[in-house]
């Protein structure tokens, strides 16, 4: 909450404050409605579903929808963090695939040996993200080009690792997914974690600066906050969520693939816009990107049900993608033009 | 020429990587520099830089386009099915998914410039709705086998010169021409440099937008059709490798990702570039994993290169 006050008092003019003191209604639903279109997309979505199904409300079908959304949950919140910075990572697609080939090649029966390599995996996406925080501050280079390189790099890594599909995952490892806690499994448990840590994490300092630098980078700046600090944790994050999807990743497939980072690498990001986030940075909550990835999960659900062409699935979600960035693009411009 | 060479300094080391790899290459591999081998590298280095034309305009003009691989798909695959082998339908067929090309990039470019919708989320949607579209199509089937007069233009050859290479010949000189004598091309800088200064200045922003995208989409189109002439057949998943390669091809050219800079002439070189380094490492008896590694590498140097702080760090050690 106090990160949008202040985000919203450097945006607009102080007049207009003063002329409505008290709870703005109308300006705070064109400030969420993105994030609302994407619920009632999600509602739309989870209803036609239902009706078309039995079984759809029920804890089964929570835990297995999460189960399946909750890799692209986990790199979506990395890019969620570095859309609200102003920035793009690419790069996740690499580490996703270098984390499951690293996985599948040294994961071992023996759980602390494996767990070692999973907290390298993770160790690895850290320090990698920061590397690209500190190349695109300290060279002043774009986030766009310089991921977009580490992406090529972590691949041809992950290529030389294990050429093609395979590998093994220990069936402990497996079956991490699908263990339950109080009839909700770990997916699930993993989903509340992450909102915990977005409550969290967005009141911190850290979130404030990463918030803040994403609003107006040059206000941060004059304000004392040091831009490439600000660049390594937020690329450290994403490369450790990254690399996080990845552990999570080998769950569902039980085996290391090079090539199977590309997948999540645009849907992460179309997973923000659906919920809300702004490419321009500085606007976006992770409840969103959570919502969004959902909502493109679900959409192969719904083509499921309809008993039409599974093919008809990227078709859906990009009529989505353009709905609902169309709903947020013409909701700014109508807070904009009540600012002025 | 001193000043020439100031303001072009990016595009002439583009050009200046390209001799060294080149030498490099013949160095590890002989027969590199050959006639024959030369020559089928120019056709390849032909599909990146034909696609990385219209790539060249978007970025230049500040936004990007990631329907690239779909569209250059679509294209293939729709003339394929359309001509059944057959070289007269092509007569209406070419001109025909040139201008679906076009009409593409038009709903890209309308997406950008009139409802504000950002590039990437733009072309990444037309993208995956075109990859769907064209699966339901073709219900992930082969096709029949491209017609031979395509495959005259993308293999064939008029007294030594590649065919293709003289299309790529031809498109570079017109898209030269466009970025550095038309009003199209100072419209563009004016438009990547800052589009706000550029729409009070009175140049047509939103035209000039529109005009990259709808150039990207028959670039890719066009393309796609050529390469399924290359290979014989269009398959799924054939523009995929595409999307990375013009944008590589683009920013090893010099082009600011940010748009106000960088030339055709650039992305020329940064396709030579990629299509040697793609020849360089059989050579060097490396995997395609290091390819990638390479790819990236190359990629972050002339970024690098190209940025603020190296300018700077140049500055600073000339005053010295």
């Not at chain 1, 925080?133 to 041809?156: C, D, E, H, R, Y």
């Not at chain 1, 990227?314 to 009529?319: C, H, Y």
């Not at chain 2, 695959?77 to 076009?102: E, T, Y």
């Amino acid at each position: 909450m106090t990160v949008e006050r202040t985000a919203e008092m450097a945006q607009r003019p102080a007049e207009v404050k003063s002329v409505n003191p008290g709870i703005d209604w109308r300006g705070r639903a064109l400030d969420r409605a993105p994030f609302l279109v994407a619920c009632l997309m999600l509602a739309l979505i989870v209803a036609i579903y239902g009706s078309l199904q039995s079984g759809v409300f029920t804890l089964d079908e929570l835990n297995l929808d999460t189960a399946a959304a909750m890799t692209l949950m986990l790199a979506a919140t990395g890019q969620t963090i570095v859309l609200v910075r102003g920035g793009i990572d690419l790069s996740i697609g690499g580490m996703i695939s270098l984390g499951t080939v690293i996985a599948a090649t040294r994961f071992t029966d023996d759980p602390s040996t494996t767990a070692l390599w999973a907290l390298a995996i993770l160790a690895l996406g850290f320090g990698i993200g920061a590397l690209n925080g500190l190349l695109i501050s300290l060279l002043k280079l774009q986030p766009f080009l310089v991921t977009l390189a580490t992406w090529s790099i972590l691949n041809g890594v992950a290529m030389i690792i294990l050429p093609t599909d395979g590998g093994s995952i220990p069936s402990w490892w497996v079956g991490f997914a699908s263990a339950q806690f109080i009839g909700l499994t770990s997916p699930v448990w993993m989903l509340l974690a992450l909102l915990l840590f977005w409550w969290w994490f967005h009141a911190t300092r850290v979130g404030i600066t990463i918030q803040a630098s994403g609003s107006n980078e040059k206000s941060a700046f004059l304000s004392g906050v040091s831009i490439t600090r600000v660049n390594l944790v937020t690329y450290g994050l994403s490369g450790l969520f990254a690399a996080g999807a990845a552990l999570f990743l080998v769950t569902q497939t039980g085996a290391g693939s090079p090539t199977i980072g590309k997948d999540y690498i645009l849907p992460s990001v179309a997973a923000a816009v659906i919920g809300g986030v702004s490419l321009f940075g500085g606007r976006g909550h992770l409840a969103g990107t959570l919502i969004g990835a959902f909502v493109l999960t679900l959409i192969g659900n719904l083509v499921f049900v309809l008993h039409v062409s599974s093919y008809w699935q990227p078709v859906a979600s990009g009529v989505i993608l353009l709905l609902s960035v169309l709903a947020s693009s013409i909701a700014e411009k109508a807070a904009r033009s009540r600012v002025q | 020429m001193s000043a020439f060479l100031t303001r072009n300094r990016l595009i002439v080391l583009a050009y200046a990587g390209m001799v060294v790899l080149l030498l490099v290459t013949a160095l590890f591999s002989p027969g590199f520099l050959s006639v024959s081998n030369m020559r089928s590298t120019v056709v390849l280095a032909a599909f990146v830089g034909i696609v990385a034309l219209g790539q060249t305009f978007v970025i230049i003009g500040g936004g990007i386009d990631l329907s690239v691989p779909w569209v250059l798909n679509s294209a293939a695959i729709i003339m394929a099915l359309l001509c059944g082998g057959q070289d007269l339908p092509l007569i209406w067929v070419m001109p025909l998914l040139l201008a679906g090309g076009a009409v593409i990039g038009l709903v890209n470019g309308v997406g950008v410039a009139r409802f504000g919708v950002p590039p990437i989320i733009m072309t990444l949607a037309t993208n995956v709705i075109l990859q769907g579209l064209i699966l339901v199509l073709t219900g992930g089937s082969p096709t029949p086998s491209a017609p031979a007069l395509i495959q005259f233009l993308s293999v064939g050859r008029i007294g030594g010169f590649p065919v293709i290479a003289l299309i790529w010949l031809a498109l570079t000189l017109v898209a030269t021409l466009l970025l550095s004598k038309a009003a199209f091309g100072r419209h563009l800088y004016a438009l990547g440099t800052s589009a706000t200064v550029a729409e009070f200045s009175g140049v047509p922003t939103a035209r000039t937008t529109i005009l990259t995208y709808v150039a990207s989409g028959l670039t890719a189109a066009f393309a796609g059709m050529l390469l399924t002439g290359y290979s014989g057949q269009a398959y799924l998943g054939m523009g995929d490798a595409y999307l990375f390669t013009s944008i590589a091809a683009v920013a090893i050219g010099g082009a600011s990702i940010l748009g106000g800079s960088g030339h055709y002439l650039g992305t020329v070189a940064g396709a030579m570039v990629l299509t040697i380094l793609t020849g360089l490492l059989p050579a060097l008896n490396l995997s395609s994993g290091a390819l990638l590694i390479v790819y990236g590498a190359v990629i972050l140097l002339t970024v690098s290169i190209g940025s603020e702080a190296f300018a700077g760090l140049g500055g600073r050690l000339r005053r010295n």
